[in-house]
């Protein structure tokens, strides 16, 4: 259907989570035409399809595990500063192209279904998709367009409820912007990212103190590290709800790199995701998104990871016949003289990464002595973790060193 299909593999790797064994797995940039999620990571709730969306091309991961790769044969003419956007209906795709407009997509081919030069970004709000372009914001719906008048940034909608953000958080009121800064429990703060509840019109808000949240345009509380248990940090950068309506967000450091992703239960902050328990390199984090079926999907620069749960998707498990127990590093923790153990006869490649994902050293199976151990002693004591390949194999173990 669209654009060329690509067989999918997928790479596993196993952690300790949550204290229990986890399994993370992870496809590689190489898997959707090099296409990472630059612009724009999304899943189409209505399909569950992922969507990977650069400059000039994109990619979906269907909810069948295939791949689709998009370009100029299917999006018209594209090129470095289109800022391709996508934006979905409950029977509809559509996109927008900078300078151009709004496109209809269908069957591998696009239609533009209205020009607008000024286009900055698109959204979708049930059967009406939001134009917003610089000064106004326009609507779309059943082959028509409407100017709103209003001129506003930062504009999010669901239902009847639209929330505008002028480095305040505001509505509107008739034409115009009126903020909510004077709420008591307003925190005054940048806004980080803005969302609405899956299952509610209740509006949640990440700010670089903590969140606040919202319904019908009043602010009822915040969540802060004063209010909450584990909060990894009150710079909260972006936002994602389950499918049970349960709270997940990304959390960043002073400098706004993301280091951690966390949920919350009750006053709780638990799950907690960081470089200690999964394969995600947050120093390329590019961001988060959850199906509807709950289920996790991260993108950085090189992959796109998921946690396996009872609800993934079929596709998913789809691996090697090499079991996890022929590949292990002994003994662990160790003075930092480790051995690997179970490996087979193909070549493999070990890169040592610390805790803030920085590479501290690399062994060649074939350079490593005859009983295959290699040497961290020159490391400082702490925690490492050995990023392991052999042929389209990769695991990730975590190693102590004394």
């Keep these: 259907m669209m654009g060329k299909t690509v ?6 790797f196993f952690f300790s989570f949550v204290g229990r064994a986890q399994t993370w797995q992870s496809i590689h940039k190489s898997q959707t035409g090099n296409t990472v999620a630059w612009k724009q990571f999304v899943i189409n709730p ?9 400059d000039n091309k994109a990619a979906v991961i269907k909810n069948d595990g295939a791949i689709e790769l998009l370009n100029q044969t299917h999006l018209g003419v594209l090129w470095n500063g289109s800022s391709l ?22 069957n591998a081919s696009n239609t533009l279904v209205y020009s607008e030069p000024n286009i900055t970004t698109i959204s979708a709000n049930l059967d009406t998709i939001n134009i917003h372009r610089a000064g106004t914001l326009l609507k779309y719906l059943n082959g028509a367009c409407f100017d709103s008048y209003f001129q506003v940034s930062g504009i999010v909608i669901k239902n009847t409820f639209l929330y505008t953000d002028n480095y305040y958080l505001g509505h509107q009121v ?18 980080n990212d803005k969302k609405f509840q899956r299952n509610t019109d209740s509006l949640y808000v990440g700010t670089t103190k903590g969140i606040m949240y919202a319904y019908n345009y009043d602010i009822l509380d915040t969540i802060t590290p004063n209010n ?11 936002l994602e709800f389950d499918h049970l309506d349960q709270l997940w967000a990304v959390f960043g450091d002073a400098a706004d790199v993301p280091f951690a992703i966390a949920k919350l ?7 907690r995701i960081d470089a200690s328990n999964a394969p995600i390199n947050f120093s390329e984090f590019l961001g988060l998104e959850i199906d509807t079926l709950g289920n996790l999907w991260v993108a950085d620069n090189l992959y796109i990871h998921t946690l396996l749960t009872a609800n993934s998707p079929g596709w998913l498990g789809i691996t090697s016949n090499i079991p996890l127990e022929e590949i292990d590093i002994i003994p662990n923790p160790s003075n930092g003289i480790f051995q690997v153990s179970g490996q087979s006869s193909e070549p493999m490649q070990i890169t040592i990464l610390d805790q803030q ?19 961290l002693s020159d490391q400082a004591p702490g925690v490492y973790f050995a990023h392991i390949s052999q042929g389209e194999l990769q695991w990730v173990k975590k190693l102590v060193v004394r």
Aim: no cysteine; proline share 3%.
């Design 357 to 375: 994902g920085k590479q501290v050293a690399h062994f060649d199976l074939n350079e490593l002595s005859s009983d295959h151990s290699f040497d």
């Design 265 to 271: 239960e009750a006053n709780n902050w638990t799950n």
């Design 85 to 106: 956007r996508f934006a979905f209906t409950p029977n509809e795709v559509f996109f927008m192209k900078s300078t151009f407009g709004l496109f209809q997509f269908s």
């Design 228 to 238: 909450t248990s584990n909060m990894p940090s009150s710079n909260v950068l972006e």
């Design 7 to 12: 067989t999918l593999f997928i790479i596993l």
């Design 46 to 54: 209505y399909t569950n399809d992922i969507w990977l969306v650069n």
């Design 174 to 191: 008739g034409w115009m912007n009126s903020t909510l800064q004077t709420d008591p429990e307003y925190l005054h703060a940048g806004i």
